[in-house]
T-cell receptor, first 114, second 112 residues
Framework: GAGVSQSPSNKVTEKGKDVELRCDPI?????LYWYRQSLGQGLEFLIY????????KSGLPSDRFSAERTGGSVSTLTIQRTQQEDSAVYLC????????????FGQGTRLTVV | KQEVTQIPAALSVPEGENLVLNCSFT??????LQWFRQDPGKGLTSLLL?????REQTSGRLNASLDKSSGRSTLYIAASQPGDSATYLC???????????FGSGTRLLVRP
């Protein structure tokens, strides 16, 4: 596609429910990142996928968070048993290579846990 | 540990002014530095990418410079317009990692 696409754009969920956030990277981009932006905060790295390599999950805040990337393209970030502190904007980005290439971001998914 | 700082946190200027946004980082072992724009409730739009071997990049009214040794970058916006109002974020990509480390941003308001 023309850009990074994320869905849904907004999600309101009840505390304790599981949610799935989807990211469609730019076609041909091998690198995919998930970041989280909490209200009034900077961007926090969550997870990184590069080609067929094992993902870097070092930024995931707890074991309730997980992510997959199927076929080297679409990625899903799953949050289990959501808590109110999970409320944030979840941003996905992709780039064509390793860390020396430009990253392009999607519009984000605004998650609100009530 | 790399830390990225942006000053000022907020800036309000009248339309037409030239302005400079500052970004500093503590570890000079960077691959690149990228400037982004974020509009309220929106994602990030890439403005300029400077590789560690470069000194500056230009795009239209925007010019970004990089002084790797001193750990500084500036984003210069010429002839500012109300449409430039947004939050501007800088992020560094590290030699040892692919993660982007972000500053907390400068919130810019250009008054008509």
């Amino acid at each position: 596609g023309a850009g990074v696409s994320q869905s849904p754009s907004n999600k309101v969920t009840e505390k304790g429910k599981d949610v799935e956030l989807r990211c469609d990277p730019i076609s041909g981009h091998t690198a995919l990142y998930w970041y989280r932006q909490s209200l009034g905060q900077g961007l926090e790295f969550l997870i990184y996928f590069q080609g067929n390599s094992a993902p870097d999950k070092s930024g995931l805040p707890s074991d309730r968070f997980s992510a997959e990337r199927t076929g080297g393209s679409v990625s899903t970030l799953t949050i289990q048993r959501t808590q109110q502190e999970d409320s944030a904007v979840y941003l996905c980005a992709s780039s064509s290579g390793w860390g020396d290439t430009e990253a392009f971001f999607g519009q984000g998914t605004r998650l609100t846990v009530v | 540990k790399q830390e990225v700082t942006q000053i000022p946190a907020a800036l309000s200027v009248p339309e037409g002014e030239n302005l400079v946004l500052n970004c500093s980082f503590t570890d000079s072992a960077i691959y690149n530095l990228q400037w982004f724009r974020q509009d309220p409730g929106k994602g990030l739009t890439s403005l300029l990418l400077i590789q560690s071997s470069q000194r500056e990049q230009t795009s239209g009214r925007l010019n970004a410079s990089l002084d790797k040794s001193s750990g500084r970058s500036t984003l210069y916006i010429a002839a500012s317009q109300p449409g430039d109002s947004a939050t501007y974020l800088c992020a560094v990509g590290m030699d040892s990692s692919y993660k982007l480390i972000f500053g907390s941003g400068t919130r810019l308001l250009v008054r008509p």
